[in-house]
Each structure stands twice: as structure tokens, then as C-alpha cells.
């Protein structure tokens, strides 16, 4: 098993900037795939972004993101960031960390493993 926890979340301004971080804990050897994805009220889970441990390189839902987004990995410490930069009133979701092994990184279903998720708001 592995476990996911988030933080980071909150409140913030329209143009503001927000880091979420995931640290994983367990059989993280299991889960090389490392993923962003969220879920506004109504709305299906998306898509945000992703990484795998053992490569470094990043996926990005660029329709959605934009290029205002970073997701990065610290391996020592076995967590997953998430940097938000000119946030907008469409990014407000819950942000949820997700871990797996799949083979294509923009479906929920290459990812066993999912946080609890955290708040994002942001106000206009």
C-alpha cells in the first residue's frame, strides 16, 4: 500500500500563487507514476498534471494549466509539489495526489493510490 498526503491548499486571489505537496509513504516503489488531478463541484476529476519518480519527466494538461503550472519531485523526501502560479476563479477544486503504475498518465484509471484531497479557492 501507499499512502498520500496533501497540503498546501487554501485561499488565494485571482493572479495569486499557491504549492501543493504530496508526501508518500509505504510501498512507493509500487507507484512510480505521481499525478495531480482535481474536481470542481459538479465536474468530473481532471486531468492536471503528472511525473514518474524514475524518469523526472512532467505531463502537463496544457488545455487546463496553460503553462502556469509546475509539478516536481523531491526523492529523498518522497514528495510531489505542485506549483501554481496566476491562479483563476476556474482553478478552485479540490486537488487530489494520486500514485500508480499505468501507462497513460491522464487516466484516473493508471492510478491505485489517491490522497484525501485539498482545497484550492480562489476568489475573483
Known amino acids: 500500500q501507499v499512502q498520500l498526503v496533501e497540503s498546501g491548499g487554501g485561499l488565494v486571489q485571482a493572479g495569486g500563487s499557491l504549492r501543493l505537496a504530496c508526501a508518500a509513504s509505504?510501498?512507493?516503489?509500487?507507484?512510480?507514476?505521481m499525478g495531480w488531478f482535481r474536481q470542481a463541484p459538479g465536474k468530473e476529476r481532471e486531468f492536471v498534471a503528472a511525473?514518474?519518480?524514475?524518469?523526472?519527466?512532467?505531463?502537463y494538461n496544457t488545455a487546463s494549466v496553460k503553462g502556469r503550472f509546475t509539478i516536481s519531485t523531491d526523492s529523498v523526501k518522497k514528495t510531489v509539489y505542485l506549483q501554481m502560479n496566476s491562479l483563476e476563479p476556474e482553478d478552485t477544486a479540490v486537488y487530489y495526489c494520486?500514485?500508480?503504475?499505468?501507462?497513460?498518465?491522464?487516466?484516473?484509471?493508471?492510478?491505485?493510490?489517491w490522497g484525501q484531497g485539498t482545497q484550492v479557492t480562489v476568489s475573483s
Open positions: 511525473i514518474r519518480w524514475s524518469s523526472d519527466s512532467p505531463w
Open positions: 494520486a500514485g500508480g503504475s499505468g501507462d497513460y498518465v491522464g487516466s484516473i484509471r493508471s492510478y491505485a493510490y
Open positions: 509505504g510501498r512507493t516503489f509500487s507507484a512510480d507514476l
